[in-house]
């Protein structure tokens, strides 16, 4: 089972900042990881596939990068409403697997 | 536009059983996957299962495996997921989503989900 580790928990910023999240995995994902934002009483968002493609209609401000077992989701500026849970995502290999998640607080 | 729509959550004994189901529109149902993913209260996201676009191939998690069957049925555009021997540990929020590929790829769409309760 491929094991993704996020980090931080809990990152605490303003608007208008950048923020930098972290996903470290067990073994390489051959890019096969997406990045979802998740809303209080909401269902997960698809932000980010095949770790550096925008999904259809996610503003420029969110990029992804990495490769292998290191993968990031950035924000260049946040806005208001990017306060919010990150999670990653393998589809690498069966078991699929989410990381623990990145709270993103003002 | 897609649309997931779950149904069949509610509140269930230990031991019992509860069958969801997961209605799909606005794109051609047999060409893409589905899975499951839960989340338990106030906590992350949990794979389940998924189903290849034919039906053909399934794939559960450990934590599930010998207890939850998934299924669909492709002439209703309906996925379904059997779930047997619930536990309080099986209590989360169930989404129904849409993979990107007919057996592979992230999850595009998701729906509002269903609340599974299951009390001891």
Not at chain 1, 11 to 21: I, K, N, Q, V
Not at chain 1, 27 to 47: D, F, I, M, T, V
Not at chain 2, 14 to 32: K, M, P
Request: net charge neutral; proline share 4%.
């Amino acid at each position: 089972e491929i094991v993704l580790t996020q980090s931080p928990a809990t990152l605490s910023l303003s608007p208008g900042e950048r923020a930098t999240l972290s996903c470290r995995a067990s073994q390489s994902l051959n890019n096969y990881l997406a990045w979802y934002q998740q809303k209080p009483g909401q269902a997960p968002r698809l932000l980010i596939h095949d770790a550096s493609n925008r999904a259809t209609g996610i503003p420029a401000r969110f990029s992804g990068s990495g490769s292998g077992t290191d993968l990031t989701l950035t924000i260049s500026s946040l806005e208001p409403e990017d306060f919010a849970v990150y999670y990653c995502q393998q589809s690498n290999s069966w078991p699929l697997t989410f990381g623990g998640g990145t709270k993103v607080e003002i | 536009e897609v649309q997931l729509l779950e149904s069949g959550g509610g509140l269930v004994q230990s031991g019992g059983s509860l069958r969801l189901s997961c209605a799909a529109s606005g794109f051609t149902f047999i060409s893409y996957a589905l899975s499951w993913v839960r989340q338990a209260p106030g906590k992350g996201l949990e794979w389940v299962s998924a189903i290849s676009g034919s039906g053909s191939s399934t794939y559960y998690a450990d934590s599930v495996k010998g207890r939850f069957t998934m299924s669909r049925d492709n002439s209703k555009d309906t996925v379904y997921l059997q779930m047997n021997s619930l536990g309080v540990e099986d209590t989360a929020i169930y989404y129904c989503a849409k993979r990107s590929g007919s057996n592979e790829g992230h999850f595009d769409s998701w729906g509002q989900g269903t609340l599974v309760t299951v009390s001891s």
